[in-house]
C-alpha cells in the first residue's frame, strides 16, 4: 500500500510491528511483513515466464534500444493513488508493455513506442445460463482487443471481486460485435454455474503497443432456462 509521508516524517524503511516501511518508483510504501510463498497455479507461473522472458529480452537489446526505452519512459507518465506523477524505468516500461501485449496475444516489442490512443473498456450486460454465458449490448466504437476476465460464482451479497477476477479469454472485437459466447471458456476456468449463481465478468481494452484502459465491470444472476 502506497503511504504519503508528512513534513516531520519524510521517509522510512525497515521493519516495525509486522510491518516493512521501503520506497519504490512509486514512492514510499507498507506491507506486511509475511513468508513467501510460492505459487504454482498454471496463470502465476505464466506471469513468472513472461517476467523471466522479458527480463532476458532487455538484456539482449542494442544499447541505441535501450536508450530509446530510457527516453520514451519520459511520455508514460501514471499517477499513483495520491495524484503525484510517477515516471517507470524505461526496462519497467519495456517489461510492462510487453507483458500486456504477449497476455493478450499481440505481437512484443523490442523498439520503444510512442503512447497511443487507448480505446475505452467495452460496456456489455451479461445473459447467463446453464451452460451459457453470452455477453452482449457492446459499445465497441472501432476493432479493439479486449481481455476479459471472470470470477468463480460468488454469494449473492458480495460486490467487490477485484482479487477474484481471472482472465478466462483474449477476443478481437470489431466494430458491429454483438454478441461474445464465453460459454466454454467460462467452464474451463471454473466449471459450470446454477441457476442462482451470481457471477462476475470484466474487461479492458489494449492497444498495440500495450497500454490498457480502466476495467468495465458487470455482474448478474445465472438464471433459469425458459
Same mark, same amino acid.
Given at each position: 500500500?502506497?503511504?504519503?509521508?508528512?513534513?516531520?516524517?519524510?521517509?522510512? @524503511?525497515?521493519?516495525?510491528?509486522?510491518?516493512?516501511?521501503?520506497?519504490? @518508483?512509486?514512492?514510499?510504501?507498507?506491507?506486511?511483513?509475511?513468508?513467501?510463498?510460492?505459487?504454482?497455479t498454471?496463470?502465476?507461473?505464466?506471469? @513468472?515466464?513472461?517476467?523471466?522472458?522479458?527480463s532476458?529480452?532487455?538484456?539482449?537489446?542494442?544499447?541505441?534500444?535501450?536508450?530509446?526505452?530510457?527516453?520514451? #519512459?519520459?511520455?508514460?507518465?501514471?499517477?499513483?493513488?495520491?495524484?503525484?506523477?510517477?515516471?517507470?524505468?524505461?526496462?519497467?516500461?519495456?517489461?510492462?508493455?510487453?507483458?500486456?501485449?504477449?497476455?493478450s496475444?499481440?505481437?512484443?516489442?523490442?523498439? #520503444?513506442?510512442?503512447?497511443?490512443?487507448?480505446?475505452?473498456p467495452?460496456?456489455?450486460?451479461?445473459?447467463?445460463?446453464?451452460?451459457?454465458?453470452?455477453?452482449?449490448?457492446?459499445?465497441?466504437?472501432?476493432?479493439?482487443?479486449?481481455?476479459?476476465? #471472470?470470477?468463480?460464482?460468488?454469494? @449473492?451479497?458480495?460486490?467487490?471481486?477485484?482479487?477474484?477476477?481471472?482472465?478466462?479469454?483474449?477476443?478481437?472485437?470489431?466494430?458491429?460485435?454483438?454478441?461474445?459466447?464465453?460459454?466454454?471458456?467460462?467452464?474451463?476456468?471454473?466449471? #459450470?454455474?446454477?441457476?442462482?449463481?451470481?457471477?462476475?465478468?470484466?474487461?479492458?481494452?489494449?492497444?498495440?503497443?500495450?497500454?490498457?484502459?480502466?476495467?468495465?465491470?458487470?455482474?448478474?444472476?445465472?438464471?433459469?432456462?425458459?
Amino acid at each position: 500500500m502506497l503511504i504519503k509521508f508528512g513534513s516531520i516524517v519524510t521517509q522510512g @524503511r525497515g521493519k516495525l510491528g509486522g510491518h516493512v516501511y521501503s520506497k519504490n @518508483r512509486q514512492g514510499a510504501y507498507i506491507r506486511t511483513n509475511a513468508v513467501p510463498s510460492n505459487p504454482q497455479t498454471a496463470s502465476q507461473q505464466t506471469i @513468472r515466464l513472461f517476467l523471466t522472458q522479458f527480463s532476458q529480452a532487455w538484456s539482449n537489446l542494442s544499447t541505441e534500444q535501450i536508450a530509446g526505452w530510457n527516453d520514451a #519512459a519520459k511520455l508514460f507518465v501514471n499517477k499513483n493513488v495520491f495524484g503525484d506523477d510517477v515516471i517507470p524505468s524505461g526496462k519497467n516500461l519495456f517489461t510492462g508493455l510487453n507483458q500486456t501485449l504477449a497476455h493478450s496475444g499481440q505481437t512484443t516489442l523490442e523498439d #520503444a513506442p510512442t503512447p497511443q490512443t487507448i480505446q475505452p473498456p467495452p460496456f456489455f450486460t451479461i445473459d447467463a445460463n446453464p451452460g451459457s454465458i453470452v455477453l452482449k449490448d457492446f459499445n465497441v466504437s472501432e476493432d479493439t482487443t479486449v481481455v476479459f476476465m #471472470a470470477t468463480p460464482p460468488v454469494s @449473492r451479497g458480495t460486490s467487490y471481486v477485484k482479487n477474484r477476477l481471472r482472465v478466462i479469454s483474449t477476443e478481437e472485437l470489431f466494430l458491429n460485435t454483438e454478441t461474445v459466447d464465453l460459454s466454454s471458456q467460462y467452464e474451463a476456468k471454473f466449471g #459450470a454455474v446454477d441457476v442462482g449463481d451470481k457471477v462476475f465478468f470484466a474487461a479492458y481494452s489494449v492497444n498495440s503497443v500495450g497500454q490498457r484502459s480502466v476495467i468495465f465491470k458487470s455482474s448478474n444472476l445465472v438464471q433459469a432456462i425458459v
